[in-house]
């Protein structure tokens, strides 16, 4: 089935350095999603991308669609305590009604 | 946030006791999802739902079943609960015609003994 794959699977960063976490599928995808969980909370949708090389940016976080579409990226710019939390990519397969998450990467930030 | 409600938001069981969770939606959303939290496996699709009596086994799906009645409601039940199913469990829903967003309710921390 399926396999989406994401790393690192923790990241400890200085608030004010950037972070980043990148996602691979075995499989094109069809679409890309990325959500973050707060300590304690539920996802939260951040974003879809579904174009072959799509950029989106929102403020400080610039997503990316790979040119294959079997893989993404997050990179945040100068984080701050507020990104704390874990960031999970999620995939869909061609004509499939299934999210695929991948683990998360944790991220911890050091003000 | 999405009119998404989960119940119980906690239980503690014993192994072998049947249990069923709920997940109860105001949104009027097609699709319906089960999924369950584990340190080390990240969000894993136990069922999901496409319609009112339409459901689908995730990658997850061993000694758990589901019912859709109506289109608000989505119910989780594990027959035989088992020490391997204490789990945070989190509903989604998702609206328009699939791969959309999905909306999680604020889980439902489960503890089997």
């Known amino acids: 089935g399926q396999q989406v794959m994401q790393i690192p699977q923790y990241q400890h960063v200085q608030e004010g350095e950037d972070f980043t976490t990148y996602c691979n599928s075995s499989t094109t995808l069809s679409n890309i999603q990325w959500y973050k969980q707060r300590p304690g909370g539920h996802p939260v949708f951040l974003i879809q991308?579904?174009?072959?090389?799509e950029v989106k940016k929102q403020k400080r976080l610039t997503f990316q669609f790979g040119e294959a579409k079997k893989n993404s990226s997050l990179h945040i710019t100068a984080t701050q305590t507020t990104d704390v939390g874990t960031y999970f990519c999620a995939g869909t397969g061609a004509g499939s009604y299934q999210l695929t998450f991948g683990k998360g990467t944790k991220l911890s930030v050091i003000p | 946030d999405a009119g998404i409600t989960q119940s119980p938001r906690h239980k503690v069981t014993e192994t072998g006791t049947p249990v069923t969770l709920r997940c109860h939606q105001t949104?009027?959303?097609?699709?319906m999802y089960w999924y369950r939290q584990d340190p080390g496996h990240g969000l894993r699709l136990i069922h999901y739902s496409y319609g009112v009596k339409d459901t689908d086994k995730g990658e997850v799906s061993d000694g758990y079943s589901v019912s859709r009645s109506k289109t608000e409601d989505f119910l989780l039940t594990l027959e035989s609960a088992t020490s391997s199913q204490t789990s945070v469990y989190f509903c989604a829903i998702a609206g328009g015609v699939g791969n959309q967003p999905q909306h999680f309710g604020d889980g439902t921390r489960l503890s089997i003994l």
């Open positions: 949104e009027n959303h097609r699709y």
């Open positions: 991308l579904v174009k072959s090389g």
